[in-house]
């Protein structure tokens, strides 16, 4: 790769170590970036460089476009990879990289700027032939979003043009709460982005959430990499994923694929990107949401299934190297899945969970793949997003590869702040999701108020006493803060302490 | 040996018994034969009855443990401790710290059993180490000190029951 030999990853956690790994792969040489909680972690000791951005705020850290592109500078990184998240969405930031003359891996920032803006991607869409949901942009007044919302009809979603990440979106059920819900909506927006454009869209109560990866080289060549479903959701963020979807069959893929790619062409799309759609699952009617124009969290599940490393394509992509295989060449294989864990209690409305991950585990074995920031002894600020770690499997059918999760979720270990571990185990083994019927409400509808099961094993009552009696080889203490002082007597000490059997 | 735990808001009591071959444990109506296999670096690999089971356990806290067994993460807490036997403070069992000051090791954990004379604790005020050892063969039952934490004079630090022979 002639145009870069030293990247920048303005990322952190699982994201930035994957980044770094597929870094040392190609021979590019990985330079981290961390706030100053994240000193010590598992991305800043993999990475060639690190610098230091700032406090543990991401708005004076991760956030801030100056100190990236300057940590850039200074390291004599050529180019920079956003990730996810953070600032990899932002047209400005693109901009401003390739003003400086380095390579930002992702989209042109025109193809950034064309998907932020909700309204004008659907005005875009639509003249590409593209469904989108039934809905309306351009709304000018209360009179206009009236008249829009009668003929798109009830329970309707009114979303900020500028939006995402659930900013500025209410759900309206009724003509009576119309206003109000537009009013409070167009606050929220106008505090968020600066913009209180709205637009109304069709509520789609038992929809299935289902995107297309999309890879475009800089000659032209578009192409799909088939769906992945992301039904399974909680305040609007996944928890389960999977490709391909129990839904789409090859006559749904080939449409949604051509969609997707017509999408992406429309903005002039290169690198890795997603367009997300939402499905009716009786009629299979599918309609644009929209696009994201950055690597996806859940990207693993489509390297499983089609065989290529999109990080790989990004970079080679970025370095104008052109896709050397055809659509006709691509061939979903067997069936992937993704689970992430979380720092968060599933039985206390997912409320995030801080402290030290006192040990961390997960099994080896065929088909496994697991994608983590963290490792035994890693502390979880409440600074930043709770994801933990995602653990992936591929097997050769859905059958066997939600087995193979089973086991593995099993097998994992994650002891010293409440994770969703138990609560992946229960929504694996529902039968609705295991029928592959879940829709995007499937947690609300059907594990509303879940709770880990209340019978405790005997085995598990009897370790916790066993482990008492034979504490100092049985169990993982944290370990003291040994003295201050370097001539202190204390210090010595911590060579005879019992509990010392880590 | 009585051990009494909170887990998921339920109180649940085990008594264990030696044995032979190493355990009978009471858990409600249900008795099981205990062998302990393997312990080793926060992992458990013991036999109940003629099944085998693994466990794997790390402390938050002396008294809050992480478990994890059959696929199942668990809090374990110990519940408060019961008063048995010797029930004036200073007792012979009842450790007290003897003077105000910083506790820096916490040597055993509750369950362990101990030798007459074993460290237990180690203290440090004005700058002198104070070692608090067993005054008898026993069993720990309550651990009140944490490492680090202040403690006053006189204040409880560790419980130890003979265990009759």
Redesign the interface.
């Given at each position: 790769m002639p145009q870069f030999d030293r990247v920048l990853i303005a990322n952190r956690g699982e994201i930035a170590v994957r980044l770094i790994r597929a870094c040392r792969e190609l021979g590019l040489s990985p330079v981290a970036v961390y706030s100053e909680p994240d000193a010590d972690a598992l991305h800043v000791r993999l990475a060639d460089g690190a610098v230091c951005l700032g406090p543990a705020a991401a708005r004076e850290s991760y956030l801030d476009m100056n100190k990236v592109i300057d940590a850039a500078r200074q390291t004599g990184a050529q180019a920079i990879h956003p990730g996810y998240g953070f600032l990899s969405e932002n047209a400005e930031f693109a901009r401003r990289i390739i003003n400086a003359g380095l390579v930002f891996i992702g989209p042109p920032p025109e193809a950034i700027e064309a998907m932020g803006d909700k309204a004008a991607a659907r005005t875009r869409m639509q003249s590409s032939g593209v469904p989108v949901v039934p809905g309306a942009q351009d709304l000018a007044d209360d009179t206009k979003i009236q008249q829009a919302a009668a003929t798109i009809g009830y329970p309707l979603l009114i979303k900020a043009a500028a939006g995402g990440g659930g900013k500025g979106m209410r759900i309206v059920h009724s003509a009576a709460d119309l206003l109000e819900g537009a009013a409070a909506a167009r606050r929220e927006a106008l505090h968020a982005f600066g913009d209180d454009r709205l637009i109304l869209e069709k509520y789609l109560t038992d929809a299935r959430h289902i995107e297309i990866q999309i890879l475009a080289d800089q000659h032209g060549q578009t192409l799909h990499l088939f769906e992945r479903e992301c039904s399974v959701q909680r305040r609007h963020q996944k928890v389960i994923e999977e490709a391909p979807s129990p839904l789409v069959d090859e006559s749904l893929r080939a449409k949604m694929g051509a969609a997707a790619v017509a999408a992406a062409k429309t903005v002039g799309y290169t690198n890795a990107g997603t367009v997300e759609f939402i499905v009716d699952p009786v009629t299979r009617d599918f309609y644009f949401l929209e696009m994201n124009t950055r690597l996806q969290v859940e990207h693993p599940i489509t390297e499983a299934i089609s065989g290529l490393d999109l990080v790989h394509w990004q970079f080679r992509i970025a370095a104008g190297e052109a896709l050397p295989f055809q659509q006709a060449d691509l061939t979903p294989r067997g069936h992937a899945i993704e689970c992430r864990l979380y720092a968060e209690d599933p039985a206390n409305g997912f409320l995030p969970a801080t402290?030290?991950l006192?040990?961390f585990s997960t099994p080896p074995g065929p088909g496994i793949r697991v994608d983590s920031g963290v490792e035994s002894g890693s502390v979880i600020s409440p600074h930043y997003d709770p994801l933990l770690a995602k653990i992936i499997v591929h097997a050769a059918d859905r059958t066997a590869a939600l087995q193979r999760m089973q086991t593995t979720?099993?097998?994992t270990?994650?002891?010293?702040l409440t994770?969703n571990?138990?609560f992946l185990?229960a929504i694996l083994a529902h039968p609705v999701f295991v029928a592959g019927e879940a829709t995007t409400h499937f947690i609300d509808q059907h594990l509303p108020n879940w709770q880990?099961?209340?019978d405790?094993?005997?085995?598990?009552?009897?370790?916790?006493?066993?482990?008492?009696?034979?504490?100092?080889?049985?169990?993982?203490?944290?370990t003291?803060?040994p003295?201050q002082d370097p001539h202190s007597?204390?210090l010595r000490?911590?060579g005879f302490?019992?509990?010392g059997?880590? | 040996?009585k051990?009494t735990?909170q887990?998921?808001g339920?109180e649940?009591t085990?008594t264990?018994e030696k044995h032979p071959e190493g355990?009978r444990?009471h858990?409600g109506t249900?008795i099981?034969d205990?062998k302990?296999l393997h312990?080793?670096?926060?992992?458990?690999h013991?036999q109940?009855d003629e099944t085998r089971?693994t466990?794997?356990?790390?402390?938050?806290t002396p008294a809050k443990?992480?478990?994890?067994?059959?696929?199942?993460?668990?809090v374990?807490e110990k519940a408060a401790t019961h008063r048995r036997g010797a029930d004036t403070a200073g007792g012979s069992g009842r450790l007290t710290a003897p003077m105000p000051g910083q506790v820096?090791?916490?040597?055993?954990?509750?369950?362990?059993?101990v030798t007459a004379g074993q460290p237990l604790l180690?203290m440090?005020a004005m700058k002198m180490?104070i070692r608090i050892a067993a005054p008898h063969a026993g069993c720990i039952t309550a651990l009140h000190a944490t490492?680090?934490g202040s403690v006053n004079k006189d204040d409880l630090l560790i419980e130890v029951e003979e265990i009759p022979t």
């Open positions: 402290g030290t006192l040990k979720l099993q097998d270990l994650a002891l010293g994770t571990l138990d185990q880990p099961a209340p405790i094993p005997a085995a598990a009552i009897i370790a916790a006493a066993l482990a008492e009696l034979h504490s100092p080889s049985a169990t993982t203490h944290t003291a803060s003295s007597p204390w000490l911590t302490r019992m509990g059997g880590e | 040996m051990f735990y887990i998921n339920a649940h085990l264990l355990y444990a858990l249900a099981y205990v302990l312990a080793k670096d926060g992992q458990l013991f109940l089971h466990a794997h356990l790390a402390h938050e443990r992480w478990l994890h067994n059959a696929g199942r993460t668990l374990i820096r090791a916490v040597l055993v954990a509750v369950g362990n059993e180690l440090e180490e490492e680090g």
